[in-house]
């Protein structure tokens, strides 16, 4: 018997599927677990669901499915946008067949962790066919796609999105906007009757993405309300939305934004969407651990310690030359790098940036014997070699675009506006991919390459495909990812870093293909103390690279001392973005101890769980990362301003075990103090250097510590270990 409701209940998630009346899914709860429920529960739950009819609107209770249908009477943002010549542009899908993997009782079919239904509906009429793939993960986070398949005579599809309820009660919105070295600047509003939408029509994910759309209960923190975000995993165009309407009913969704005519389909062509993620918690903290936990249980989630990297992008720039760069090398191991990316200006003609993409041969002239010695002097230290590519991209002024000026994306007979010198390479044109893929497979046979920078470092504007002119930035996006695939199955243990401008290309797509995001070209650490702060609400942190750059900021032109540079970047994907033979002795010194010490924590910097406290005042944020076991954590106290008050009082630290008792250390490296009186608390043990304090966790979360006096732009470090359990 088909399953009229099914319940997916895993990583203290619950989502509720109606499948009544053989329509279209929709989601009568989908928030915190329900428990072990009977099929009379579901029936009733899925009763509460059913609004009454209100005046003035269709006699049916209308219901809003996961593909929503106008034919419900719903007046919200259909799913399915598209016509054949006028027609079909308004179907009623009706399921035809429900797979779930497991038999339903008395019409419920119950999944628990990695649930996955299958849903396949019809419209006859429309000559069109839906199939949903709908999974709850064992972390409890929700992902959807839809497929459509066109029966009939050719199909124009301009829409396929997907939407998830979300609760009358959640009317507040957070999303990110940014731009380049500022991404994922967080914005709040309310969520008015109406469209709350952000467009990502850039070609690529955008600086200014929203990166997670969420709605949650008025007030909601890191530790309070609950939440609901929508993310669209896709590099392309794109859209995320919430939506209210005037009857209450509240979604929220996205999906790829299809440009005019881009998605044509003849009889029996289909198309799929992106998956659509939908990410329940308990406050922004249990949301971003939920997301987490689920990336890290990937099997292609990186699992040995996350190398620590120099890049000598700011150390040298264009300008490469052997014997710097090899005095890189020497300063980079001697700290305690383990891994040295050689950036933008090795190939052909690449001076600086206004010539050379495209032409992915090393420069003779640089290089005359290859990048092999630079490589053999970097792995003789003990180092991995990365190398940076941009491989959908070409400057105007290449030997590749002068050879097929017709592999430039292009529309109306006309090239695009240039940015940054360069234009993009269809990678949709089969033999402009082969060209790409085979000089790319061609220096990684010939050099010892164990990581990739994969930049991308412009927009996709008029992205046509000659000579037609036709949309392309759908084909493109799935290029560029089928090129990262093909890549790493023939390089098997090949990483691949998502670069585009800094942090323009930062999704759930592109990380089923890489395995760390730049997360900005801005190293300035206030700058990443909110950048690491928010990308985090996505990305686990080690995901995110994170480097220790020099003491003058080249972005922002503000200084910082190299504590602060470090404590901000010791908590991601470590790095060193510095011209190391320019640095003092004493300098050298405290990064190899700042890198010694990110080595010996990593396990739990890398695996434990991310904790944020709300903030007791805006200049003081508390974070910290906690080991899934509760033995030991890291907290970081952050002065990101001065305050009108000093000092600033108890802080509460969450995330511990209650019933444990532990001792809290400050971390003795660095001089957050500068020389200011540290509160008595940190040598309760009477001893020459401080020793910290024994409280229970319970203590710590409800109590809390003074928290010291401190300079702004400076970090104070807290280790956290587990003394004893108690009684
Ligand atoms: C982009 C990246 C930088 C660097 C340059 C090289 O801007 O974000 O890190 O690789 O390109 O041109």
Not at 284 to 312: E, G, I, K, S, Y
Request: net charge negative; aromatic share 8%.
């Amino acid at each position: 018997m088909r399953p009229e409701l099914i319940h997916l209940t895993a990583g203290g998630v619950s989502v509720l599927l109606d499948l009544r009346g053989g329509q279209l899914p929709t989601i009568a709860h989908w928030g915190e677990s329900l428990g072990a429920i009977t099929p009379m529960e579901a029936d009733a739950i899925a009763l509460t669901d059913v609004r009454p009819v209100a005046p003035s609107s269709p006699d049916e209770p209308m219901r809003v499915a996961v593909v929503p249908e106008q034919r419900t009477g719903w007046t919200g943002r259909p799913g399915l946008s598209g016509s054949r010549d006028g027609q079909a542009w308004s179907p009623w899908f009706r399921v035809t067949d429900v797979q779930t993997g497991v038999d339903a009782v008395e019409g419920l079919a119950t999944l628990a962790a990695g649930g996955a239904v299958r849903v396949v509906a019809r419209d006859d009429t429309a000559e069109l066919q839906l199939e949903l793939a709908i999974e709850l993960s064992d972390a409890g986070v929700l992902r959807a796609s839809a497929t459509l398949v066109n029966l009939g005579p050719t199909y124009r599809l301009d829409e396929l999105s997907l939407a998830f309820p979300v609760p009358a009660r959640a009317r507040e919105t957070l999303d990110f906007a940014g731009r380049w070295a500022k991404e994922r600047t967080p914005q709040r509003g309310t969520l008015p009757v109406g469209t709350h939408l952000r467009e990502g029509r850039r070609g690529r994910t955008g600086a200014d993405a929203a990166t997670m759309l969420i709605v949650g209960e008025p007030g909601f923190g890191f530790a309070r309300g609950e939440v609901w975000g929508v993310h669209v995993g896709f590099s392309g165009n794109h859209q995320h939305y919430a939506e209210r309407l005037a009857g209450g009913e509240q979604v929220i969704g996205g999906g790829e934004l299809l440009l005019p005519g881009e998605l044509v389909l003849h009889t029996g062509d289909s198309y799929r969407t992106p998956w659509i993620f939908g990410v329940y918690g308990g406050g922004l903290d249990d949301q971003a651990q939920r997301l987490h936990r689920h990336l890290r249980a990937r099997p292609q989630h990186p699992r040995r310690p996350r190398p620590v990297t120099l890049n000598v992008w700011e150390a040298v720039y264009f300008d490469h030359d052997f014997r710097k760069l090899a005095a890189l090398a020497d300063r980079a191991a001697a700290v305690g790098v383990e891994r040295y990316v050689l950036d933008d200006g090795w190939f052909r003609h690449r001076r600086d940036a206004r010539a050379g993409l495209g032409d992915w041969y090393v420069d003779e002239e640089i290089w005359p014997a290859g990048l092999t010695p630079l490589i053999d002097h970097v792995r003789s230290l003990g180092m991995e070699f990365g190398l940076w590519f941009e491989p959908e991209m070409v400057n105007p002024d290449s030997d590749l675009a002068r050879a097929h000026p017709e592999w430039i994306m292009q529309t109306g007979g006309r090239l695009p506006v240039e940015a940054r010198h360069q234009q993009v390479l269809n990678l949709g044109i089969p033999e402009a991919y082969r060209y790409v893929r085979d000089r790319m497979v061609d220096l990684l046979s010939s050099n010892e390459i164990a990581y990739i920078k994969w930049d991308h470092n412009r927009d996709l504007v008029d992205a046509g495909t000659a000579p037609s002119g036709a949309p392309g930035v759908h084909d493109q996006t799935e290029a560029a990812y089928r090129l990262m695939a093909e890549l790493k199955e023939r390089f098997p243990g090949l990483e691949i870093e998502s670069c585009s401008s800094g942090g323009a290309r930062v999704d759930l797509g592109v990380i089923e293909h890489t395995d760390r995001v730049w997360v900005s070209d801005c190293n300035d650490p206030l700058e990443r103390q909110e950048m690491m702060r928010w990308t985090q609400q996505l990305l686990p942190p080690e995901l995110l690279g994170a480097h220790i750059a020099s003491e003058y900021s080249h972005t922002t032109h503000r200084t910082h001392d190299l504590g602060f540079r470090a404590a901000s970047a010791l908590f991601g994907h470590l790095g060193v973005e510095w011209d190391l033979t320019t640095a003092r002795e004493t300098e050298l010194r405290q990064l190899a101890e700042w890198i010694a010490f990110h080595r010996e924590n990593r396990a739990l910097l890398h695996g434990g769980e991310l904790v944020r406290m709300d903030p007791m005042d805006p200049t003081l944020w508390v974070s910290g990362v906690v080991a899934t076991d509760r033995s030991r954590a890291l907290y970081a106290f952050a002065y990101v301003g001065r305050s009108d008050a000093a000092p600033l009082g108890r802080v509460t630290l969450r995330g511990l075990d209650d019933d444990t008792l532990y001792r809290v250390v400050p971390v003795a490296l660095g001089d957050p103090s500068g020389g200011r009186p540290v509160p008595p608390w940190f040598d309760a043990g009477g001893a020459d250097t401080p020793t910290g304090i024994e409280l229970t966790g319970r203590t710590l979360r409800t109590v809390g510590v003074q928290a010291p006096l401190s300079f702004p732009d400076r970090v104070w470090l807290f280790q956290v270990d587990a003394a004893a359990p108690r009684g």
